[in-house]
């Protein structure tokens, strides 16, 4: 009747909360990034009326002179030299590749000459003048406004994985690298620097020079920016105190679920997520969105490892990424994702030592795009995840969402398509802190079942303790009346059959002396002597049943009759040892040491091929009561090799009374040959004793 009902589902309001949150951080970054900053058109740029004070640095964008395939420097403009033609103009930031040339396009290696003319903005500076009376009141007050030129600037190069020089008015004030003709003249090197300069007048004017043989793009694919002492600075270090609050984060969480994975093996999510974790706070310490903050612990890198450690940490992130979700939803993450995933970080690791930079650079951007592309389809995923209600998938759905969001908002703020400040470093915390709360929920949510489980299975531990209890006592009563049983019929035999088998003895006894010398005297002998026989036969049957020792109303070790009668009938020298502290022993446990004195004495004498037997009843000083019977036979293991057996059914009844009793049985071998069979029993009398 219900199979066609749609199984409607709500969503996760946790989750769509945290999703609008993140877009709307995402759009705020986006409107509030956005400044007005004058666009330099061929060549020059005028920031005269620019207020770096309301507006903050700026960013030297637009048309810088293009000189391609030249390296010139300041002297090659000076005014009385011949002044080279430009290429024309390319925008910054911005590369080379795909540049018109002569009706042909520009490939992305090569190397070029920029040239940037900028007219400064001035300072300000107020002065008053005051006229005061006798009385110190002001009476006028005069402000004259006097404008002067920046004389100290700082300028910021970012992101440039190029060699490269710039001078300003003609002064070296930044260098990256070797710039070279060709990749063996050339030494690239990612930089990151804060250049002071000292401009000579209203106008500044800058060359740059750049070039490029090792990676896919030249140029300058960020933006350089200007500024007065001080921002560009504090900006710089607020960035990097930022991305040390991330790495402090992503640590945290790795050293965590590393640790869950390193105490419960059976946790490989939390082993992937502490992995995916290691390597995104690689990536982040050294790549372009953290103002490379390694830098300020580690020693400087060769180029190619700066470069391409935190492009491995990136590519490497995919493979854990799709293991940690399959581990979390195995029906919903296709398997043939983890092969391209793990396809593309081997092809990326085979190119690195036989394939050119340029190369690899290519094959980069294919490995991004294809990154965009499994953002997509793990965001996919993970909606289907939510719709079929699996745990987590709400806050794992999230942040995937939010880290692609970021990803794409970095991606077209470098392209320079909008105007936005980097996100992808908040990004990956977002992601990391929903990864690691999906997680916590599901641990919960497995604590909860565990304790759940836990209650139950105490009820039902209680519940077969108190029937295994109540079976003990059943099977304490079961012995009791056998044991009751054995006595009964030990005393009906004693005082029944033995007695008149000892009349008839008596009375064969009697005719035999009468009828002595004659042929029924001789019969008469003979019946006499049988009827002793089966009395004594009688006699024996009873006290094996139930020694009358057992009675404490009679004295006597029992044991002792059993080590006689076993000696006797065996013929081996059975001696027992009796060093108890009571004259007589009224430990109720005493039968049950009888029953297993018994079967230990008929294992030496079966199985162990003893010559000799020594038992032993003591009273340990622990207050118990011990029985040890020792042989001086092959000895158990040889015994069980002879007749391929582990044990038989002795072996099980002996540890069966001994529990009963709550008895302590051990069986081994002795050094060198025989077996020691012992057994410590509590002693209710010496602990009564001992409570006195």
């Known amino acids: 009747m219900n199979r066609f009902k749609p199984n ?19 759009l705020a970054a986006c409107v509030l990034s956005v400044r007005p900053t004058p666009q330099a058109e061929s060549g020059v740029l005028d920031l005269s009326t620019y207020d770096p004070a309301a507006l903050g640095p700026a960013a030297l964008d637009g048309q ?41 396009k520009l490939d992305g290696t090569g190397q ?46 970012f992101d440039i994985t190029m060699a490269y020089k710039l001078w300003a008015d003609g002064e070296l004030v930044a260098q990256s690298g070797t710039v070279g003709t060709d990749a063996e003249t050339e030494i690239p090197r990612r930089s990151l620097v804060l250049a002071e300069i000292e401009p000579k007048g209203s106008d500044l004017e800058l060359v740059l020079q750049v070039s490029n043989h090792h990676f896919r793009q030249g140029g300058v694919l960020d933006s350089i920016e200007i500024a007065p002492p001080g921002p560009l600075q504090r900006a710089q270090n607020r960035h990097r105190a930022i991305s040390f609050l991330f790495a402090g984060c992503l640590m ?61 940490c990136y590519l490497a992130l995919g493979p854990f990424l799709y293991r940690f979700f399959k581990s979390l939803y195995p029906q919903e993450i296709h398997t043939i994702v983890q092969h391209i995933v793990d396809i593309r970080l081997a092809i990326f690791v085979i190119l690195l030592p036989f394939a050119p930079d340029y190369n690899i650079s ?75 709360l999906a997680l916590a929920k599901r641990f919960t949510h497995a604590m909860e079942a565990e304790e759940k489980l836990s209650g139950e299975l105490e009820r039902k531990n209680a519940s077969l303790l108190a029937e295994i209890e109540k079976r003990n006592r059943l099977e304490r009563a079961i012995v009791n009346i056998s044991e009751e049983e054995r006595r009964r019929f030990s005393v009906e035999l004693h005082d029944g059959l033995c007695q008149q088998l000892v009349g008839a003895r008596l009375h064969a006894s009697i005719l035999t002396d009468q009828l002595s010398g004659t042929q029924e005297g001789k019969a008469m002998a003979s019946l006499t002597a049988m009827l002793e026989e089966a009395s004594n036969d009688a006699y024996r049957t009873s006290r094996g049943l139930w020694p009358v020792e057992h009675d404490p109303a009679t004295p006597g070790p029992s044991l002792e009759d059993l080590a006689r009668t076993i000696a006797r009938d065996t013929g081996i020298a059975v001696t027992f040892e009796n060093d108890c502290h009571c004259t007589q022993c009224t430990n109720p446990n005493v039968t049950t040491l009888y029953r297993i004195a018994q079967e230990a004495l008929s294992n030496a004498v079966k199985h162990a091929r003893a010559g000799a037997i020594r038992m032993q009843l003591r009273c340990p000083e622990q207050g ?40 302590d049985l051990r069986i081994e071998d002795e050094s060198g040959h025989g077996t020691k069979v012992t057994c410590i029993a509590p002693c209710v009398v010496a602990a009564a004793l001992d409570q006195k």
């Not at 969001?405 to 970095?410: A, G, I, Y």
């Not at 391929?644 to 069966?656: F, N, P, V, Y």
Request: glycine fraction near 8%.
């Open 624 to 663: 118990g009561i011990a029985l040890i019977v020792r042989d001086d036979g092959i000895g158990r293991d040889e015994a069980a090799r002879q007749t391929r057996s582990k044990g038989g059914l002795g072996l099980s009844i002996m540890a069966h009374r001994a529990g009963m009793i709550q008895a």
């Open 8 to 26: 409607l589902r709500p969503g996760p309001r946790p989750a769509a909360a945290f999703l609008i949150i993140a877009a709307l951080l995402i």
């Open 64 to 104: 810088w002179e293009f000189y391609w395939d030249r390296l010139l420097s300041p002297n090659d403009f000076a005014p009385n030299g011949d002044a080279p033609g430009t290429t024309g103009y390319l925008a910054f930031p911005g590369t080379w590749q795909g540049f018109r040339l002569d009706g042909k």
């Open 252 to 312: 945290i969480a790795a050293v965590y679920h590393l640790f869950l994975y390193y105490k419960n093996r059976k946790l490989p999510s939390a082993l992937y997520f502490g992995i995916y974790c290691l390597l995104m706070l690689g990536y982040c310490t050294t790549s372009n969105t953290s103002l490379w903050a390694a830098n300020l612990f580690l020693p400087p890198l060769p180029p190619a490892l700066a470069e391409y450690f935190p492009l491995f």
């Open 112 to 157: 070029a000459t920029f040239r940037l003319r900028i007219k400064l903005w001035q300072h300000a500076r107020r002065l008053e003048l005051k006229k005061l009376d006798g009385t110190g009141q002001a009476t006028f007050r005069l402000r004259i406004k006097l404008w002067q030129h920046a004389r100290r600037l700082e300028l910021r190069l």
């Open 362 to 436: 290519q094959y980069i951007a294919l490995a991004m795009l294809a990154s965009a592309l499994y953002g997509i389809y793990y965001v996919q995923r993970l909606m289907v995840c939510v719709w079929r209600g699996r745990n987590g998938a709400g806050l794992l759905l999230t942040g995937s969402v939010v880290f692609l969001l970021t990803s794409l908002n970095d991606t077209l703020a470098h392209a320079k398509i909008i105007n936005s400040v980097y996100l992808l470093e908040p990004g990956m915390l977002f992601l990391v802190v929903t990864q690691s």
